[in-house]
């Protein structure tokens, strides 16, 4: 007798915006064109993230840098699965229910860390909902597991808001990142249509307690810019972040990853992130980049590096 086994169906990567209306699809000016990845390190740092059954956000959320960033075996780990519990119109990240949480995956960063050699490492991941703590826990367990086995190395985490999972942050400030990055992602005015599952005053608030835990602790950052926001919105949010004292502000174009998703409403030119960038500095961040393809870990080895330094020049004149 022939069993016949039904293929299964292809999971739905966006069902929230199955119905949504699609969009033109603009074409790209010069300034964010990049070059396919494909060299052999690049391949090489593939094979590693795939043997240790790791995600990362290079992929998952389709960035234009995996190609340069690979190159060099910057990768971004992405913990605690591939699938969001959130929905943002902007993210290219899988919609759904998450599965139980991995315990051999924080092992498994640190090994793929020692692996490619990493002096600095980012180490992001989706929105948990569903757990009382939001992976908080898990989160502060691939710091220390990370630490553990690569002492040398730095460790930047960029973090869910932990919305309604009150002292969660605490785990993951008591673990120790050299840089605790949250991003407000984009204008108050933009929250109910692009990241509807948050809100911006308690994203702030999060950075401000980070902060207030350990003063010593690098905070940071970013937004995307073409989604209809006004400049005076961003320098309004420039002054909100060193309202809580944030230390490295990013900001980067926002790219549609498919016809559904929000609408890009232009593509700044190099000239405007250059004039934020100008602002941002005057305000008092230690750091800023500010370009059409920065993203949160873009060149975050070399950035931490650069806070570094620019803390110890504002201790040397007295101005810390």
Not at 252 to 267: C, D, N, S, V
Not at 294 to 320: C, I
Request: charged residues 25%; positive net charge; proline residues 6%.
């Amino acid at each position: 007798m022939v069993v016949i086994h039904e293929a299964k169906p292809e999971r739905v990567r966006h069902p929230e915006k199955a119905n949504n209306p699609e969009t033109p699809l603009l074409r790209k000016p010069a300034w964010i064109r990049v070059k396919a990845p494909g060299s052999r390190v690049y391949k090489q740092t593939r094979d590693i993230i795939r043997e240790k059954d790791l995600h990362t956000v290079c992929e998952e959320a389709a960035c234009p840098n995996v190609g340069e960033c690979w190159d060099k075996r910057h990768a971004t780990m992405m913990i605690m699965g591939e699938i969001c519990t959130r929905a943002c119109a902007f993210c290219n990240i899988t919609t759904g229910k998450p599965a139980t949480l991995n315990p051999e995956e924080p092992v498994n960063v640190a090994k793929a860390v020692q692996k490619l050699r990493l002096r600095h490492v980012v180490i992001t991941s989706v929105d948990r909902d569903d757990l009382a703590d939001g992976g908080a826990a898990h989160i502060a367990e691939t710091i220390e597991q990370v630490r553990a086995l690569n002492p040398q190395t730095t460790i930047e985490v960029l973090t869910p808001d932990f919305l309604k999972k009150n002292g969660a942050e605490e785990l993951v400030i008591k673990a120790g990142p050299d840089v605790f990055n949250h991003n407000l992602e984009t204008v108050p005015a933009n929250y109910l249509s692009i990241r509807p599952g948050a809100r911006y005053f308690h994203s702030l608030r999060l950075l401000q307690k980070v902060k207030e835990s350990d003063s010593t602790m690098f905070t940071k950052s970013g937004i995307m810019v073409g989604l209809g926001e006004t400049k005076n919105e961003v320098l309004q949010l420039m002054d909100d972040l060193r309202s809580a004292n944030v230390d490295f502000l990013t900001i980067g174009q926002y790219l549609q990853p498919t016809r559904r998703h929000a609408a890009i409403k232009e593509f700044v030119p190099p000239e405007q992130f250059e004039a934020y960038k100008s602002h941002a500095l005057a305000k008092g961040f230690l750091l800023v980049s500010a370009t059409p393809l920065t993203r949160s870990s873009y060149h975050a080895d070399e950035d931490f590096a650069q806070l570094q330094a620019a803390r110890a020049k504002l201790q040397n004149t007295g101005r810390s």
